[in-house]
């Protein structure tokens, strides 16, 4: 059993993992991977968004899966070509990847069908987006790019300058080049955030260990968004009777639309969800796994993941059954001083072992390199250290306590990943 992995962060790292724990003692491969990974899987520098050069490593490797974990190769197709060429997939394919390759396509898809979100307009026109906006007089403004930004797409601004700073960036000067030549302008939701990942075969619908990211990138959610400083799960605020009318009003409700429209989601499906005053509302769909997401849920998973893959090929998700391990994880990530703007690479990292991991913890490489016997940082977020535990304190104390031992210069992490929870646990 060969797979290919596509991808080269912490995410793919987890995943990797996972497979490696299979009963099937499967032989991975990753491109690009990362130091890190190199020690679970023969990596090859091919760009996750290559889909020729991906197609040719396939056919050299011939696995017998390639899983597609980034964003942008799911958005531009590369399933769909891997498929022609007779491979087995994990992921959606273009048409279905546009739920969150485009927030037009998604916001337009909830309300033909329903699926509760927040109230929205669509511009591409600056003079008329500010009108809008000043129409309206309501800040925050939530100011969204139509297509993929990498992660930088939302501007919630303050006021009406910034609003329309923002609006002339976008879509004027195509600060997100075509991503952003189309905008959204949405409702400003509050409430706690909750980001459920799912498995689904285009028909069942089987949601993950719910978990709670931590976007901004300094303590007290001070400082600018990241892709992601930290993770717990489960995510306390989601509780059964939310979960039930998740399922009810979200997640079956969003399969549905997609089948409906001939645009069937196979793979993960992210479900980025604000638990509002008036019940859970999408705030996005990512059409993957969440990177830091997926280092604290798939610790928790114990169906083998290759399992699940083979029941969403076979289209028979409802007949296989998914459980977890009934304990908490907490990822801290470690990232380079000055991310998410201007960072310096190749620090050397001190506190791993030779498999680049620590006895207590499991770290997912995110950004390194592994050169002549050291690792080095290659990258904004170059860490997570992820633990397990029979309770979220005890998994944060065990994350923390790793995280410590490791070092490099200008290396910094938050100290309050899971406060908010532990709070949640609390009250
Ligand atoms: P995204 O890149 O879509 O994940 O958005 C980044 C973050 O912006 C989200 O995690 C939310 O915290 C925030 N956000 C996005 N849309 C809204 C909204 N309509 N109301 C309030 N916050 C939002
Ligand atoms: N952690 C958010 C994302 O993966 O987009």
């Known amino acids: 059993m060969k797979i290919l992995v596509v991808g080269g962060g912490g995410r793919e790292h987890a995943i990797i993992m996972k ?3 299979s009963p099937a003692h499967p032989e991975i491969f990753c491109a690009p991977g990362n130091g890190g990974i190199a020690k679970y899987a023969e990596c090859f520098d091919v760009k996750a968004t290559d889909i020729d ?6 056919q050299k490797i011939q696995p017998d899966w390639v899983f597609v974990a980034p964003d942008d190769p799911l958005v531009m197709g590369m399933v769909d070509v891997l498929q022609e060429k007779g491979f087995k997939t994990f992921g959606p394919k273009a048409n279905a990847a546009i739920i969150e390759g485009s927030k037009i396509f998604s916001k337009n898809l909830m309300k ?5 979100t927040g109230n929205y307009a669509v511009f591409d026109n600056s003079a008329e987006a500010i009108a809008y906006i000043q129409k309206q007089n309501c800040y925050p403004a939530v100011i969204k790019a139509d297509g993929l930004a990498l992660g930088k797409g939302v501007i919630l601004a303050q006021n009406e300058t910034e609003a329309i700073d923002a609006v002339h960036s ?4 195509r600060k997100f080049g075509e991503s952003s030549a189309h905008i959204v302008i949405e409702e400003f939701l509050t409430g706690a955030e909750v980001s459920v990942l799912a498995f689904t075969d285009g028909k069942t619908v089987v949601p993950m260990i719910s978990s709670m990211d931590h976007k901004r990138a300094l303590d007290n959610d001070e400082g600018l968004n990241t892709g992601g400083m930290g993770t717990v799960a489960p995510n306390p605020y989601y509780t059964e009777e939310i979960a039930e009318e998740c399922m009810k009003k979200i997640f079956l409700p969003t399969i549905q639309a997609m089948q409906k429209e001939g645009r069937t989601f196979t793979g993960c499906l992210y479900f980025g969800l604000m638990l509002t005053p008036n019940g859970a509302k999408v705030i996005e769909y990512n059409c993957r796994f969440g990177d830091p997401e997926t280092q604290v849920v798939l610790p928790l998973l114990e169906t083998d993941l290759l399992d699940i893959m083979q029941a969403i090929w076979e289209g028979k998700l409802a007949e296989l059954p998914i459980t977890w391990k009934k304990q908490s994880a907490a990822c801290v990530i470690l990232a ?8 310096e690479n190749g620090k050397e990292i001190s506190g791993l072992n030779e498999q680049g991991q620590t006895e207590q913890a499991l770290i997912y490489h995110a950004g390194t390199k592994y050169t002549d016997g050291k690792f080095y940082t290659a990258g904004g977020r ?3 250290v992820t633990a397990t535990g ?3 304190e005890k998994a944060l104390q065990q994350a923390y306590s790793s995280a410590e031992k490791i070092q490099f210069d200008k290396m910094h992490y938050r100290h309050d990943i899971g406060k908010r929870a532990l709070q949640a646990n609390q009250g």
């Open 19 to 21: 497979l490696a724990e």
């Open 53 to 58: 050069g991906m197609v040719n490593l396939a």
């Open 112 to 116: 033909k069908y329903g699926i509760p």
């Open 170 to 173: 976008m879509i004027d000067d």
């Open 336 to 343: 380079s001083g000055g991310y998410p703007v201007k960072y």
């Open 382 to 384: 170059v860490l997570g």
């Open 390 to 392: 029979e309770t979220l």
